[in-house]
């Protein structure tokens, strides 16, 4: 078994939004397995287990990935995550991968896909709500989907701004209010906010928005009455009505689970697409396990490894 050390994997951005595209479109095929992930709460956070098969890679195995936001406090990442890969033959493990790194770059490439697909510009402005390490990686991987013309940014804090412009010094980055940044073709929403950030007047017809942040219950950072205007799209049905977005708002009975429009991987197929270019889109995403064994196979051919015997 081989233990893949890499915090910095160097992986091209374009080849990893291709291979999150192609899990989805396997998804939205039906031929991949992949219950919910399941959820264990602890004191100060969380930490989730995501196990799948992919076939049409011939790969599978389970990613252990936790969510504690207080951890920048502590010095360390709000997100860290381990995946273990197991032969397909005789389930032996035959790879542990340092897979924090590989989770913003996954969760980037299904929202570039995501924008590639629903985004009724090809040519955007983009806004992004929050300024963390997975605001960062939407921005790389949307740029290689669609030609990004500025970028409006808004955050809490003015110096996380100024640095978050400073290491996308390719486009012409403003600070913005939170209104303004909403005034967009592409919104992308990355923060944990347990109450409606992004008010529905502030979105005008024919944006996108990805809406990343609401990852687990009780998190939501959408008014409820922009998801009423717009066709949601989730990445998985189960996990989005247990976790994601529109988790709030079918638990208190303003949306039902029978209003999402489809899945991303249902629209990378063309069985469903957005319905005109005036419509407001959502994709709610919540991470799929999928997704992490598709990178993982990138990474299993680039990343420095340590031998472990097993068993």
Not at 98 to 122: F, I
Not at 173 to 180: K, T, V
Not at 265 to 292: C, H, M, N, W, Y
Request: charged share 20%; hydrophobic share 40%.
């Amino acid at each position: 078994m081989q233990y893949y050390t890499d915090t910095e994997w160097g992986l091209d951005i374009g080849q990893v939004n291709m291979a999150v595209e192609s899990a989805f479109a396997d998804h939205g095929r039906g031929l991949v397995q992949m219950p919910p992930k399941v959820y264990i709460t602890l004191p100060d956070g969380d930490f989730r287990t995501m196990p799948a098969y992919l076939p049409s890679l011939s790969i599978a195995g389970v990613k252990i990935v936790n969510v504690h936001p207080n951890n920048t406090k502590k010095g360390l990442p709000t997100v860290m995550a381990l995946t273990i890969i197991l032969d397909i033959e005789s389930g032996q493990p035959i790879a542990v991968i340092n897979a924090t790194q590989l989770t913003d770059m996954r969760t980037g490439a299904a929202g570039a896909v995501a924008g590639k697909y629903l985004s009724a510009k090809k040519e955007i402005i983009l806004g992004v709500i929050g300024t963390g390490r997975q605001a960062q990686a939407q921005v790389t991987a949307i740029s290689r989907e669609l030609k990004i013309r500025q970028v409006k940014i808004w955050s809490r804090n003015p110096e996380h701004i100024r640095k978050f412009a400073d290491r996308f010094m390719e486009f012409p980055c403003r600070a913005s209010s939170l209104e303004n940044a909403c005034d967009c073709d592409v919104l992308v929403t990355t923060t944990p906010s347990r109450s409606p950030l992004v008010r529905s007047e502030w979105i005008h017809e024919g944006t996108h928005i990805n809406a990343i942040g609401a990852d687990a219950p009780g998190k939501e950072e959408l008014d409820p009455a922009l998801i009423l205007r717009a066709q949601v799209f989730v990445d998985d049905p189960a996990q989005a009505i247990h976790s994601g977005e529109i988790n709030v708002p079918i638990s208190q009975g303003i949306y039902r689970a029978t209003d999402i429009a489809g899945t991303l991987g249902e629209v990378v197929i063309g069985k469903k697409k957005r319905a005109g270019p005036d419509t407001i889109t959502i994709f709610d995403s919540t991470g799929l396990a999928i997704q992490d064994l598709a990178i993982a196979r990138i990474a299993m051919k680039h990343g420095k490894t340590i031998d472990l015997p097993f068993p």
